[in-house]
């Protein structure tokens, strides 16, 4: 059971738009930042977004990243079949003091 | 470029010690933190633990502390974690990741494997 809740799967279309959904407390997301990771099983987990909106160089706008209370949103416009992998939302718990993570949202582009 | 090559991974018996391996380059290691996070097969990412800059800091989850120890040589652009007691849920893919100021981590490592068998 995560800490953070976020859904099993998500599927659209390529080039529509889907947002997965990241829902904690006041002691997680309430007060700290998010980050989102897109992760291929086998290899090194990639950050999409940090300081819950922000992009890394070399990431394309077509992610981003919000925040509102206790839950962050991912969105994910023009879908591509590259797009398909799990996506994580991670960030520091103060009542746990540890770095919680999502349960994982599978993406598929149908 | 940031690189992250994590080692030391293999099977090992219940009980038993792993010592994990990470080399950074690309980057001024002693500038940041480092931490190492696990994921079990077809599961989540799960965070293992914390260190700071000069090691002077660490922080563990409760599902491993009293028996993982993080450390790092900065001299050496590494970082360690020793893994004693090792239980069968230990199993997973263990990453080392670079922490970011704010939000947890940016660039990651591909992960070694522990498998620890009965």
């Known amino acids: 059971q995560s800490v953070l809740t976020q859904p099993p799967s998500v599927s659209a279309a390529p080039g529509q738009k889907v947002t997965i959904s990241c829902s904690g407390s006041?002691?997680?997301?309430?007060?700290?930042?998010v980050s989102w990771y897109q992760h291929l099983p086998g290899t090194a987990p990639k950050l999409l977004i940090f300081d819950h909106n922000k992009r890394p160089s070399g990431i394309p706008d077509r992610f981003s990243g919000s925040k509102s209370g206790t839950s962050a949103t991912l969105g994910i416009t023009g879908l591509q079949t590259g797009d398909e992998a799990d996506y994580y939302c991670?960030?520091?718990?103060?009542?746990?003091?540890?770095?919680?993570f999502g349960g994982g949202t599978k993406l598929t582009v149908l | 470029e940031v690189h992250l090559v994590e080692s030391g991974g293999g099977v090992v018996r219940r009980g038993g010690s792993l010592r994990l391996s990470c080399a950074a380059s690309?980057?001024?290691?002693?500038?940041?933190?480092m931490s190492w996070v696990r994921q079990v097969p077809g599961k989540g990412l799960e965070w293992v633990s914390s260190i700071n800059r000069d090691g002077g800091d660490t922080r563990y989850a409760a599902s491993v502390k009293g028996r993982f120890t993080i450390s790092r040589d900065n001299a050496k652009n590494s970082l360690y974690l020793q893994m004693d007691s090792l239980r069968a849920e230990d199993t997973a893919l263990y990453h080392c990741?670079?922490?970011?100021?704010?939000?947890?981590?940016?660039?990651w490592g591909q992960g070694t494997l522990v498998t620890v068998s009965s």
């Open positions: 690309g980057f001024t290691f002693n500038d940041f933190g």
């Open positions: 991670g960030t520091w718990d103060s009542s746990l003091r540890a770095v919680v």
């Open positions: 990741a670079r922490d970011l100021a704010a939000s947890p981590f940016d660039y």
């Open positions: 006041s002691s997680n997301i309430g007060n700290n930042y």
